[in-house]
């Protein structure tokens, strides 16, 4: 049962414009989602966050949008930059004594320059 | 600051044998800490997590065990690896109470 999805393995974007990566998750007691950048052999930074209180966080060139009706949040990077090549999770945790969290499969964006 | 380190880098295993992965915390005090698996083409999976020394959970029933001898150590071990076992091993810790999970380099184990 996976409950954290991203149904997008890649996305190719050209420098300068905009790259929206997307998450869906079915698990309703999910009240903390985030995003991490991969590297290949490196692990995840982590890169923006957002409390299901609220339905947008911004942080420079990345804006996390948070859809709680449809169980859906994106990350936005304007403008993207060769640098932001990588591989992107989205995770989720629930209310929980460890915040334990759950990922998504990722997302490989490549900037085309 | 606080950083995190693993070691080693990469292992290459044969079948049978056994294994042994450590994580250590550097710059903070009673964090949790967390064993994921990356792998291939695959997201993260939460294999281990730990709140306090010798406080361990399992997430998933399988041929690894972890151990939290010391505050800021966190362990990976199997008796007898299996081809299976072969993946990106991640450790991370955060602070209690926060979401945030921060995450060593890894180790990518190859089972023969």
């Known amino acids: 049962d996976q409950q954290v999805k991203q149904n997008s393995p890649s996305l190719s974007v050209q420098e300068g414009r905009i790259s929206i990566l997307n998450c869906d998750y079915t698990n309703s007691m999910f009240d903390y989602f985030l995003w991490y950048k991969k590297y290949p052999a490196e692990g995840p930074t982590f890169l923006i966050s957002?409390?299901?209180?609220?339905d947008k966080n911004e942080d420079g060139r990345f804006t996390v949008f948070l859809n709680k009706s449809a169980k859906h949040l994106s990350l936005h990077i304007v403008p993207s930059q060769p640098g932001d090549s990588a591989v992107y999770f989205c995770a989720a945790s629930a209310r929980s004594g460890a915040q334990k969290l759950v990922f998504g499969q990722g997302t490989r964006l490549t900037i085309n320059p | 600051s606080q950083t995190i380190h693993q070691w080693p880098a990469t292992l290459v295993q044969p079948v049978g044998s056994p294994l042994s992965l450590e994580c250590t915390v550097e710059g903070t005090s009673n964090p949790n800490l967390y064993w994921y698996r990356q792998a291939a083409g695959r997201g993260l999976q939460l294999l281990f997590y730990s709140v306090g020394i010798g406080q361990i959970s399992s997430e998933v029933p399988q041929n690894l065990s972890a151990s939290r001898p010391q505050d800021r150590q966190f362990i990976l071990s199997s008796k007898k690896l299996l081809l299976s076992d072969s993946g990106f091993y991640l450790c991370?810790?955060?602070?209690?109470?926060?979401?945030?999970?921060?995450f060593g380099p890894g180790t990518r184990l190859t089972v023969t």
């Open positions: 991370a810790w955060s602070v209690p109470g926060n979401y945030e999970q921060y």
């Open positions: 957002i409390s299901s209180i609220k």
